[in-house]
């Protein structure tokens, strides 16, 4: 069923911006300034984390100032819904990593079971070490894994379902050039 552009639309209107592109651009390079800090000498295999993940990916990598293999693996849990489900892989990661430390990116860390799903998958896969990048961190007691922390991030976000810079509201403003919430989400 082809989707409501009207509806699209209006939600674009309504939304509440919560960070602009300038703010979302700054945290980005902080977030590539700590990276290179930390892991210059690590050689690692970067995944981005398919769709979300895509934005900050791309341009983080840009920040990034040392030898590294980029990739994808595709898994997904919201599947262009506004609330999760199970976990579902559409691509595993191809390139091996095995002994490799794997620095995996993604857009946003919300009750934690995509990032916490993907780190078992690289570790019992055999990656030395898995560092986690994501744009947003949303702030809710509801974290599947409470200990489960990104190592890097770049905005803290209030309890709101949001979009913009990968991230979908019903597959849709992924384009969008700071991160929105939906009125009434
Ligand atoms: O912390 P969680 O509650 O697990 O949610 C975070 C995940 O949800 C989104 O993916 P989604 O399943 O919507 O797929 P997408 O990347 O294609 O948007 C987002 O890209 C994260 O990967
Ligand atoms: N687009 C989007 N995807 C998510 N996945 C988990 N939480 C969110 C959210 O707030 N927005």
Same mark, same amino acid.
């Given at each position: 069923?082809?989707?409501?552009?009207?509806?699209?639309?209006?939600?674009?209107?309504?939304?509440?911006?919560?960070?602009?592109?300038?703010?979302?651009?700054?945290?980005?390079?902080?977030?590539?300034?700590?990276?290179?800090?930390?892991?210059?000498?690590?050689?690692?295999?970067?995944?981005?984390?398919?769709?979300?993940?895509?934005?900050?990916?791309?341009?983080?990598?840009?920040?990034?100032?040392?030898?590294?293999?980029?990739?994808?693996?595709?898994?997904?849990?919201?599947?262009?819904?506004?609330?999760?489900? =199970?976990?579902?892989? /559409? &691509?595993? $990661?191809?390139?091996?990593?095995?002994?490799?430390?794997?620095?995996? *990116? !993604?857009?946003?860390?919300?009750?934690?079971?995509?990032?916490?799903?993907?780190?078992?998958?690289?570790?019992?896969?055999?990656?030395?070490?898995?560092?986690?990048?994501?744009?947003?961190?949303? =702030?809710?007691?509801? /974290? &599947?894994? $409470?200990?489960?922390?990104?190592?890097?991030?770049?905005?803290?976000? *209030? !309890?709101?379902?949001?979009?913009?810079?990968?991230?979908?509201?019903?597959?849709?403003?992924?384009?969008?050039?700071?991160?929105?919430?939906?009125?009434?989400?």
């Amino acid at each position: 069923m082809s989707a409501d552009l009207e509806h699209i639309r209006q939600i674009m209107r309504e939304a509440d911006c919560l960070y602009t592109e300038s703010e979302v651009e700054a945290a980005i390079a902080r977030v590539g300034a700590q990276i290179n800090e930390q892991l210059a000498d690590s050689n690692p295999v970067v995944f981005c984390v398919m769709n979300g993940g895509l934005i900050f990916s791309g341009k983080l990598l840009t920040h990034l100032q040392f030898p590294l293999e980029a990739s994808y693996l595709h898994a997904t849990r919201y599947r262009n819904e506004t609330s999760g489900g =199970d976990l579902f892989w /559409k &691509a595993k $990661p191809e390139v091996s990593f095995i002994d490799r430390d794997v620095l995996i *990116i !993604d857009d946003i860390l919300d009750e934690g079971h995509t990032l916490g799903a993907i780190i078992d998958f690289c570790k019992h896969a055999g990656a030395r070490k898995v560092h986690t990048a994501v744009l947003i961190d949303k =702030d809710h007691d509801r /974290k &599947a894994r $409470p200990d489960l922390k990104a190592d890097f991030v770049g905005l803290p976000c *209030i !309890d709101r379902y949001i979009f913009g810079y990968g991230m979908d509201y019903k597959g849709y403003w992924r384009n969008a050039n700071g991160i929105y919430a939906v009125k009434g989400m």
